[in-house]
């Protein structure tokens, strides 16, 4: 028997076995909705070229600092109800500071 036929053969016996509750796996689990309204309070949402403008403005950023500029940014649109992109561009250029050393 080849070893696609024997995974066959031993995904047949897997599925046969009476002891394995299949359905469980498509039963619905209950869910712990605590904290999704603070999480979904405290979501962004960018358009493709806002994020783009973060993800540029990130690559900038040591590897090792990235998610102390990316909370930085998130931290200060949150003081926005609805952001632009002016409002962005402030946010990125304040999460800089410190975290980029200028080439002068």
Not at 10 to 21: E, F, G, K, L, N
Not at 38 to 62: C, H, I, K, N
């Amino acid at each position: 028997m080849t070893q696609g036929g024997q995974a066959t053969s031993q995904a047949q016996q897997i599925m046969s076995d009476p002891t394995v509750d299949w359905w469980a796996l498509f039963r619905l689990k209950p869910v712990d909705v605590a904290g999704t309204a603070e999480t979904m309070a405290a979501m962004l949402a960018f358009t493709d070229s806002q994020l783009r403008a973060v993800w540029v403005a990130a690559d900038g950023v040591p590897v090792e600092k990235r998610g102390v500029f990316l909370e930085r940014v998130f931290a200060r649109l949150q003081l926005h109800h609805g952001f632009t992109d002016a409002d962005l561009d402030d946010a990125v250029r304040g999460a800089l500071t410190g975290l980029v050393q200028s080439a002068a």
